[in-house]
């Protein structure tokens, strides 16, 4: 009895030390089986959907896979050819130029989107359904879309340069054209949800606080640059990472309009993964760079998430 008695206290001693009450856990235990019972499926469904690929991703970069036979364990051998690989390094380089071409055209677009249509008096359901609707078209017809907006000698955007009196551009067999071009489509693709998910968190500032600045005599500019630009300080520190996170694994665009050209100016960490996995049957490979590129996204998110956060403070 007394073993008993100091083992609770201990217990309670523990939880109240981890803000964790075991009483009240044990007690409610019963009524939360039915819950957890619901969301099994879900669970079993994420993981075996979600969870059993990245780990057998993991598995198989470190094998010889063969479809046709038992897979050879080789250990780092994939990484290794990653290293020697001549298309890493151009790979690498085209992610830092399209995250800069993203950033640069496409990150602040849909705050000064919203920005605007929070300042607006009337017409504000109508803006958010104009804004939205390219997120609505699917990836494959925008790229079609784009296809006929690029084309070099019927396209609309070199009929325009030519009714400017400028010449006739290849905008997706250029060089220098080539990356800019596709992050338009990306950014034209995208901005809409984006754009709504600041909006909404426009809404949360308090309308006495724009009533209060308008009676002092504050312009919009004002109203934005003091009230609602700071409010979207918290969510612009997360739409950014994000926004990192799906350009680094940008394919749709890419492999439509380009296919990785001209030369490797547009290939792409993804591009690269589907090539080797389904045209040359490098499994193996494959899976090496898929496991490297979650490895350097999940460093890239927790170091800036801690720097984010301390600047913060």
Aim: aromatic share 14%.
């Amino acid at each position: 009895m007394t073993s008993y008695l100091l083992r609770r206290d201990a217990d309670e001693a523990r939880s109240k030390r981890s803000g964790f009450d075991m009483a009240r856990f044990r007690a409610q235990l019963p009524r939360q089986i039915t819950a957890y019972l619901f969301l099994l499926p879900a669970l079993i469904a994420f993981g075996l959907f979600a969870w059993y690929p990245i780990v057998n991703s993991v598995v198989m970069s470190f094998q010889d896979v063969s479809l046709t036979g038992a897979s050879t364990w080789v250990g780092l051998h994939n990484f290794e050819l990653m290293l020697k690989d001549p298309a890493t390094g151009v790979i690498w380089k085209n992610v830092a130029e399209f995250l800069f071409w993203s950033l640069a055209l496409g990150f602040f677009v849909p705050v000064i989107i919203a920005l605007l249509v929070r300042e607006m008096r009337i017409g504000k359901g109508f803006f958010r359904v104009v804004y939205f609707l390219p997120t609505v078209v699917p990836a494959a017809v925008a790229v079609i879309i784009w296809r006929f907006i690029y084309d070099p000698d019927a396209g609309i955007l070199n009929e325009l340069l030519r009714q400017l009196g400028m010449s006739r551009q290849l905008w997706l067999q250029d060089l220098t054209l080539a990356k800019p071009a596709l992050v338009a489509v990306m950014t034209w693709n995208a901005f809409g949800t984006t754009a709504l998910i600041y909006l909404a968190s426009l809404q949360d500032i308090s309308q006495e606080l724009y009533e209060a600045a308008e009676l002092d005599g504050a312009s919009p500019w004002q109203r934005v640059l003091h009230i609602g630009l700071p409010h979207l300080y918290p969510i612009m520190s997360l739409m950014f990472l994000l926004q990192i996170i799906a350009v680094v694994q940008v394919f749709t665009e890419p492999f439509l309009l380009t296919f990785g050209g001209p030369g490797r100016e547009t290939l792409t960490p993804a591009m690269h993964i589907y090539n080797r996995a389904f045209i040359r049957v490098d499994l193996g490979y494959a899976s090496a760079w898929s496991v490297t590129m979650i490895v350097v996204l999940a460093v890239f998110s927790i170091i800036y998430r801690v720097v984010n956060s301390r600047l913060s403070r």
